[in-house]
């Protein structure tokens, strides 16, 4: 692999873990060099495979699915944040706070 033996193997195996939380899914991950394996919803690695090591491996993952307040809304809360910051801004700017006489920015 691209990465050969680095810890971006591990990072990538993290960001699945992390994925699997943040959406409530089980993963089954396949990885030609890197590491494979089973994530439940929670996070917990059911199994996982060495880095470079051929395995054949089978195993349950929970199917049902759970939808997360993101799943569901996509990027609301974060154009919401965009949104608030632009107005934050722009109130600033109309207003001009006064600065004291002598004082620098």
Same mark, same amino acid.
């Given at each position: 692999a691209?990465?050969?033996k680095s810890a971006a193997a591990f990072q990538h195996f993290g960001?699945?873990?992390l994925r699997a939380v943040e959406n409530r899914?089980?993963?089954a991950r396949s990885a030609n060099t890197g590491i494979s394996g089973f994530i439940?919803?929670?996070g917990r690695i059911l199994h996982a495979?060495?880095?470079f090591t051929e395995a054949v491996v089978t195993g349950r993952i929970p199917v @049902?699915? =759970?939808r997360t307040f993101y799943s569901q809304? @996509?990027? =609301?809360f974060a154009y919401g944040c965009v949104i608030i910051t632009a107005l934050l801004?722009?109130?600033g700017y109309v207003t001009r706070w006064p600065v004291a006489r002598g004082t620098r920015l």
């Open positions: 691209w990465f050969g960001m699945v873990v899914v089980a993963f439940d919803p929670q495979t060495p880095l @049902g699915r =759970v809304q @996509g990027d =609301v801004l722009f109130a």
